[in-house]
């Protein structure tokens, strides 16, 4: 499929258009749709599939936001713009734009409550438990291990991972995502904005250097789209685009996690093919596939049964250790108690793993895994001294979930656990401007989403995606409208 830019003069006729012109109809391009419609603007949404949605219906909907929400102050959790930004500098990773996250930290308050006007509702209820997401309708929990070392030393820490109420969640299947989604989507709609759907976006229409619409394909025909003011890229991730990943991230290919087969990375080639610039290409957020409630009870050993990351931090950190410095090996080492407290944990099974190995013995477990003779027991030998007095002063676990091991003891086999997705794409100003390799705004084209290289670097927090997606969606719909 080609992404070559299409001269306005090889248009035959155009078949729709709009002032505003949006490509993808996931959690950006719904923010861009709001809000260019809000603008007066006539603004028109092509969506590839059949519906609405994309990998943020499906996600488990976490919004990262904090500062003050009323979410956390009703739940007894003081914030700052200034705490917000020294943890997001921190978790990031190297590379993250200091100044998108000084940006984004003033106005999430703000962000808050735009989504609550637009029919968002959250319960002020606190998730405590570790786990990927609430397991309730709880609409706060924390989703980026900012009370776990090192963050909890650098900021004061605070629960930002804000989550849409929903009733009869079943994850992997029904999430709050949707119930983020479906509110925007009807604000979009009764603001006046129209959507055209099994449309697949193929090329950027340009007259003079300015984007002035889309070339696509639905139903199998070829069509034309003019944009009167701007083209809003909203189109997902490169996560499943297989020649991409190779070329930009190969430690994920083969195992692409939390996004849709959408996600192919088209929105992004189409930009270049007019010489966008780029940015944290390389830069994934990986998953380990594993229930918190398990982790946090256990000690994570690598392939020379040493310990690595604090257990009990975001599990996204854990998956991100695991596969780009551990060799993507890991085994948990349990004892029978702490996996019967695990199962017996509000969690929702999807993610509870048996025990590969169980032994009598520490020194039969190092055996049966195949780990160094010597190493798994001076690992948990050393665990077990420090563990007596509560404290972990090698990685330092939160005293809660610090214990002795005991036996019998088990081993979740953990290696090839880890699935991810990238978080590199279109540089853009914030105000959703694509800009051209020469540092210069690309004309009439505008982006926000997972297309764009967005708040995360080479770090994550659960609700980063679906915060940075709709915040930086509503500013590029705003510019487009201009």
């Known amino acids: 499929m080609t992404v070559t830019p299409v001269p306005v003069s090889s248009v035959p006729a155009w078949d729709d258009e709009a002032d505003v012109v949006i490509a993808g109809y996931g959690i950006a391009g719904a923010a861009a749709a709001v809000e260019a419609a809000r603008t007066g603007a006539e603004v028109l949404v092509l969506e590839r599939t059949g519906s609405w949605g994309g990998a943020a219906a499906m996600a488990g909907g976490f919004i990262y936001l904090g500062g003050g929400t009323p979410i956390q102050k009703a739940c007894g959790f003081g914030d700052s713009v200034e705490n917000m930004a020294a943890f997001l500098n921190a978790?990031?990773?190297?590379?993250?734009?200091?100044?998108?996250?000084?940006?984004?930290?003033?106005?999430?308050?703000?962000?808050?409550?735009?989504?609550?006007?637009?029919?968002?509702?959250?319960?002020?209820?606190?998730?405590a438990e570790p786990g990927w997401e609430p397991m309730g309708d709880q609409g706060l929990m924390y989703s980026g291990g900012e009370n776990s070392y090192p963050f909890n030393t650098i900021a004061t820490p605070a629960p930002r991972g804000h989550v849409p109420q929903m009733q009869d969640k079943k994850q992997g299947e029904a999430s709050a995502g949707f119930m983020l989604m479906k509110p925007l989507v009807e604000t979009a709609t009764a603001a006046g904005a129209r959507a055209r759907y099994d449309v697949r976006v193929q090329a950027l229409v340009v007259d003079d250097g300015r984007v002035v619409g889309i070339r696509a394909r639905q139903y199998g025909a070829e069509v034309h789209i003019r944009a009167r003011r701007g083209v809003v890229l909203a189109m997902g991730s490169f996560a499943y685009n297989e020649a991409m990943v190779a070329q930009y991230a190969p430690r994920i290919a083969g195992r692409p996690a939390a996004s849709v087969e959408q996600h192919d990375g088209q929105a992004i080639r189409m930009a270049q093919a007019l010489g966008a610039d780029l940015a944290h290409m390389d830069a994934t957020e990986v998953a380990i596939f594993v229930d918190p409630q398990q982790l946090v009870r256990g000690i994570l050993?690598?392939?020379?049964?040493?310990?690595?990351?604090?257990?009990?931090?975001?599990?996204?950190?854990?998956?991100?250790?695991?596969?780009?410095?551990?060799?993507?090996?890991?085994?948990?080492?349990?004892?029978?108690?702490a996996q019967e407290e695990a199962m017996a944990a509000p969690s929702p099974g999807l993610m509870m793993r048996p025990a590969t190995w169980v032994a009598d013995s520490i020194a039969d477990l190092e055996s049966e895994i195949g780990l160094p003779p010597g190493s798994l027991q001076s690992t948990v030998a050393a665990f077990n001294d420090a563990a007596a007095r509560g404290e972990d002063p090698l990685l330092h676990k939160k005293a809660q979930w610090i214990k002795p091991i005991g036996t019998p003891v088990g081993a979740i086999d953990l290696r090839e656990s880890t699935g991810g997705f990238t978080l590199g794409g279109l540089m853009t100003t914030l105000d959703g401007e694509v800009l051209h390799v020469s540092g210069e705004p690309i004309p009439g084209l505008f982006a926000a989403g997972r297309c764009t290289a967005g708040l995360a670097a080479w770090g994550y927090a659960s609700g980063v995606s679906l915060g940075d997606g709709s915040f930086y969606g509503r500013r590029a719909g705003r510019s487009a409208a201009r």
């Open 91 to 127: 978790a990031m990773g190297p590379g993250a734009d200091e100044k998108r996250i000084a940006d984004y930290c003033e106005h999430s308050v703000a962000h808050f409550d735009w989504l609550v006007e637009c029919g968002v509702v959250f319960k002020p209820e606190f998730f």
């Open 301 to 337: 050993v690598n392939e020379r049964g040493q310990r690595y990351v604090a257990e009990d931090t975001y599990p996204g950190r854990v998956g991100q250790l695991t596969l780009y410095h551990q060799n993507n090996t890991a085994y948990l080492i349990i004892d029978g108690d």
